[in-house]
């Protein structure tokens, strides 16, 4: 079922009014995440043609691929935690509703603050394994169990500057209510 905004979404800001540090790293993390997604497109589009190449290969050749599935998951990793951020800034991911038309405005904004902090806490907690998970891959040259080998530190990296980027949009989005910046 479609519907229209909902009221525990943070409404749009006027950039006119926006002041201070937490508006300029929010507005250049828009700019920085909207190049990842464009990014993030291309992995997913090259990760269909290295499957599809797969696929025609070993049907119509009978060749041996060893890359390819590799490749196209490590793409698919990168390309899912490095929009992570992206998603937060537009409030994408799936959330309960129920308490939303319940609350009232001022209650949302709380609500909404506190999931975001619990949120952080989860993140920090996963950004810093993931950074000592690609240290460690780094370190002891760990790779894949295939034929190919790649290193384990590309996909671990991938993740961790992902969850990294995603860490410090939350940290706007919680820094931002507290910046004055006014509603249209």
Known sequence: MMHGPLPDRDEPVDAAV?????????????????????????ALVAACAILSYSVLSRALFKAANYWQDEAAVFLLVGATFMTAAYVQQHRGHIGIEAFVGL??????????????AVTL????????????????????????????????AIPYSLMALGMSLLCVQIIVQLALPFTGAKRR
Not at 103 to 116: E, F, G, K, Q
Not at 129 to 149: I, R
């Open 18 to 42: 926006r002041h201070g540090l937490a508006a300029v790293l929010d507005r250049g993390l828009a700019v920085l995440n909207s190049m990842v997604v464009v990014l993030a497109a291309v």
């Open 103 to 116: 609350l009232s405005p001022l209650a949302n904004r709380i609500r909404l603050w506190l999931v975001d």
């Open 121 to 152: 806490l989860f993140c920090a907690f996963f950004t810093w394994k993931s950074w000592t998970l690609t240290h460690e891959a780094y370190v002891d040259g760990q790779v894949s169990n295939s034929m190919w080998s790649p290193p384990l």
